[in-house]
């Protein structure tokens, strides 16, 4: 279905981002990765996908950008334009999280989420839009979360910046409504990743519970279903963003979280 696009993942060497990574790669998308990980396991992992799937891949990109840096940034898409010819479908998943009460947060925490969690997804954004609308085909996919609908205390700066990439997503869209490039958010209630598993432990031992039991405490509070979110599950979702039938789902923040939004 994805046969001869190329998609750009921020944050794909763990996690969500890897994810999907090996949902487009099974859909015959060749791949760019980014992240702090171990690179060669996520390539290895995303060629599996593919491979599985039918569709095996012969080369996966690989840039290691600091998405606080715009530099580092504009020297990333540069690599997709030089080595693959651009971006067709641009995912910008990458993120970090701090917790503290607003009076105690420290300013340069606050800097770097924005950095990271907003500003990084403006600037892949507006160098890969060009050449989306020059082949008048684009993929815009902002990983936000359900915190960019609703709030919670301790999280002012991923909140606040999950809240903006809601809103950067729609303004794309907008822009781009009379085009063949799509714009949208997907937001996720808690993903059962490598840090959430690491709360789940944490709380285990904190609270002398099993780790059902923590796990049902940590949902518990916020996600009715009682159930984590899988990578899988995402992927799933931004391969139909990717396909004819998500042409006309334009500037959506789409929620995929346990019924968390719905309280």
Same mark, same amino acid.
């Given at each position: ?5 190329? #998609? ?17 790669? +099974?859909?015959?998308?060749?791949? =760019?990765? !980014? ?7 996520a ?5 599996? %996908?593919? +491979?599985?799937?039918?569709?095996p ?20 898409? $540069? ?7 651009g971006?067709?479908i641009?995912?910008?998943? %990458?993120?970090? $999280? ?6 105690? *947060?420290?300013?340069?925490? &606050?800097?770097?989420?924005? #950095? ?24 815009? =996919? !902002? ?17 606040? #910046? ?7 997503? @729609?303004?794309?869209?907008?822009? !781009? ?6 714009? !949208?958010?997907?937001?996720?209630g *808690? ?9 789940v432990?944490?709380?285990? +031992? ?15 509070? @916020? /996600?009715?279903?009682?159930?984590f ?6 992927g #799933? ?9 998500? +042409? ?6 789409w929620?995929?979280?346990?019924? &968390?939004?719905? /309280?």
């Amino acid at each position: 279905m994805l046969n001869g696009k190329i #998609a750009l993942v921020t944050g794909s060497t763990s996690g969500i981002g890897l994810g999907l990574a090996q949902a487009l790669a +099974a859909q015959g998308a060749t791949l =760019i990765t !980014n992240g702090f990980g171990d690179a060669d396991a996520a390539r290895k992992a995303i060629a599996d %996908a593919a +491979a599985r799937a039918g569709h095996p891949v012969a080369q996966i990109g690989y840039h290691g950008a600091d998405m606080s840096r715009a530099s580092e940034i504009e020297a990333m898409m $540069q690599y997709a334009e030089s080595t693959f010819g651009g971006v067709d479908i641009l995912v910008n998943n %990458a993120g970090i $999280q701090y917790v503290a009460e607003i009076q105690d *947060f420290p300013t340069d925490k &606050w800097d770097s989420i924005i #950095a990271i969690n907003l500003t990084s997804a403006f600037h892949t954004t507006r160098l890969a839009l060009p050449g989306m609308r020059r082949r008048d085909w684009g993929r815009i =996919i !902002n990983i936000a979360s359900v915190h960019g609908l609703v709030g919670s205390v301790g999280k002012s700066a991923y909140v606040a #910046a999950k809240h903006g990439i809601v809103g950067l997503t @729609k303004v794309t869209a907008l822009e !781009n409504a009379q085009s063949g490039v799509t714009a !949208n958010a997907i937001c996720p209630g *808690f993903v059962l990743t490598p840090l959430v598993q690491k709360q789940v432990d944490d709380r285990a +031992a904190r609270d002398h519970l099993s780790g059902e039991e923590a796990k049902r405490s940590l949902l518990g509070e @916020k /996600q009715p279903s009682g159930e984590f979110v899988t990578p899988e599950q995402l992927g #799933a979702l931004a391969v139909f963003l990717c396909s004819d039938a998500g +042409a006309q789902v334009r500037g959506a923040a789409w929620n995929m979280d346990g019924g &968390w939004a719905a /309280q």
